[in-house]
């Protein structure tokens, strides 16, 4: 592992992911599995490899200048710039076939417990969904999704 790509550093970079996105995490299904498995940040929001990795770092360094222009100690100053930060991550895991998500689950091995889910799951193999195109307030806080994502995934 890399020191860039660790939990530790994922969380404090900033303070606003330790009082928001990362309390959200610790009360996801990511966090506490039947399995013990845990996703922590880099698994979802980082690239595999190296190259693809520093790639990513490298346009998130965009969020430095957000961080250093807006004051986080208050929560709402986050819940403002959210619905932009959501559909850029869900716009990039449409371009991408939810790759990330791919490296743990593997989707003819997913077998939902309810019928509907079941169901949705046929019908997502069948057409090659891509796993956010359905599960886009899986993890965090729930936000809308934007016209331009629910056109892009099919659901617009």
Same mark, same amino acid.
């Given at each position: 592992?890399?020191?860039?790509?660790?939990?530790?550093?994922?969380? &404090?970079?900033?303070?606003?992911?330790?009082?928001?996105?990362?309390k959200?995490?610790?009360?996801?299904?990511?966090?506490?599995?039947?399995?013990?498995?845990?996703?922590?940040?880099?698994?979802?929001?980082v690239?595999?490899?190296l190259?693809?990795a520093?790639?990513?770092?490298?346009?998130?360094?965009?969020?430095?200048?957000?961080n250093?222009?807006?004051?986080?100690?208050?929560?709402?100053?986050?819940?403002?710039?959210?619905?932009?930060?959501?559909?850029?991550?869900?716009? #990039?895991?449409?371009?991408n076939? &939810?790759?990330?998500?791919?490296?743990?689950?593997?989707?003819?091995?997913?077998?939902?417990?309810?019928?509907?889910?079941?169901?949705?799951h046929?019908?997502?193999?069948? #057409?090659?969904?891509?796993?956010?195109?359905?599960?886009?307030?899986?993890?965090?806080?729930?936000v809308e999704?934007?016209?331009?994502?629910?056109?892009?995934?099919g659901?617009?």
């Open positions: 592992d890399y020191y860039f790509t660790s939990q530790n550093f994922c969380v &404090s970079a900033c303070h606003v992911m330790e009082n928001t996105v990362y959200e995490l610790q009360q996801s299904k990511h966090w506490t599995t039947a399995t013990g498995v845990r996703a922590l940040c880099a698994d979802c929001h690239s595999g490899r190259t693809f520093m790639w990513d770092h490298f346009i998130a360094t965009s969020e430095l200048f957000v250093m222009t807006n004051d986080f100690s208050n929560p709402e100053a986050f819940e403002v710039l959210r619905p932009a930060g959501a559909d850029r991550v869900r716009m #990039e895991m449409l371009s076939n &939810s790759s990330n998500c791919r490296r743990c689950h593997v989707m003819e091995a997913i077998q939902p417990k309810r019928l509907r889910g079941q169901s949705q046929k019908i997502a193999l069948e #057409e090659r969904t891509t796993c956010i195109s359905c599960h886009y307030n899986l993890v965090h806080k729930e999704p934007s016209k331009a994502f629910l056109e892009a995934s659901g617009g």
